[in-house]
């Protein structure tokens, strides 16, 4: 029996699992970031929809320090039809310089996906982030919701870069302190 098919398949996997993803083209990512003011929890305020995130609401991404520099990611989110929450942790770490939000984040195994800040504000209150193809796109806030003008901003900021802002479903989130 021959094995060299099957190392060959084995061989290739293995390189795609492990290469280091990238933003997509002719988009670039926040160079000057700050790391240490990006932890804490964010709100998704809205996103290109995906499978992981299926039907989810009031979903939050919490980033904290681990001890060997990378990050814990916990992705927290309600499932309306199941009645129940959803969480998932892994790993993220930069895919270079510390200076530039280029990461890559992994939720099993040896399997990484790309993590790229490509706008945020100067108090890292919101952003927008992608994966390593314009089919991943997340806006993010430090509050559950995002005043119109800003909002506004970061989707044409969004869609001068090509992403089909179209299709951006956006969140529910629950009342924050003041609205109550």
């Not at 005043?147 to 869609?159: G, I, S, Y």
């Amino acid at each position: 029996m021959r094995l060299w098919p099957l190392a060959a398949v084995a061989a290739a996997c293995l390189l795609v699992a492990c290469r280091t993803p990238t933003a997509p083209k002719n988009v670039s990512v926040v160079k000057n970031f700050n790391v240490k003011r990006y932890l804490g929890t964010w709100y998704e305020i809205a996103r290109l929809d995906n499978r992981f995130e299926k039907n989810l609401e009031q979903v939050t991404a919490t980033y904290s320090l681990k001890e060997d520099g990378d990050i814990r990611v916990l992705n927290r989110g309600y499932d309306p039809a199941r009645q129940r929450w959803k969480e998932s942790e892994g790993t993220a770490r930069f895919t270079g310089s510390t200076r530039h939000a280029a990461l890559k984040v992994s939720f099993f195994g040896p399997f990484w996906g790309g993590y790229n800040v490509i706008a945020l504000d100067k108090h890292y209150q919101h952003a927008l982030v992608c994966g390593p193809n314009r089919s991943w796109l997340w806006i993010l806030s430090r509050s559950p919701r995002l005043d119109a003008q800003t909002r506004n901003a970061l989707v044409q900021q969004a869609q001068r870069q090509g992403f089909d802002v179209s299709q951006l479903r956006w969140i529910k989130q629950p009342p924050s302190a003041s609205e109550r």
